[in-house]
């Protein structure tokens, strides 16, 4: 399984409690995480298969020298192991939601 993405297609803003549970559903761990503008994460890789869901702001995701703008009510699908970085784009913090796999 490789990096998917998956873009907000509803027309309302996202909620943060449908969203939760819409990955405890799908057997993730959840917690919710900020961070400021310009936050910068190194090349990394997590043991555990995870998710980001955009609650507000916007976080960008390098894979593979690929890079992806999330926005609120985007998901990624990140496989376990898969090397990535990622950084805050822009004037607004961050807000999302960590699904992982342990």
Request: glycine share 8%; hydrophobic share 35%.
């Amino acid at each position: 399984m490789s990096l998917r993405i998956e873009r907000w297609a509803d027309t309302g803003e996202p909620n943060a409690q449908a969203l939760r549970q819409c990955l405890e559903r799908e057997g993730y761990g959840v917690f919710e995480w900020s961070d400021a503008p310009g936050t910068i994460y190194s090349t990394h890789s997590h043991d555990e298969d995870q998710s980001h869901w955009i609650i507000c702001g916007a976080l960008e995701l390098t894979v593979a020298d690929k890079s992806y703008t999330l926005r609120a009510g985007d998901r990624d699908f990140l496989p376990a192991n898969t090397k990535h970085s990622a950084f805050v784009p822009g004037n607004e913090p961050v807000r999302y939601l960590i699904g992982a796999k342990y």
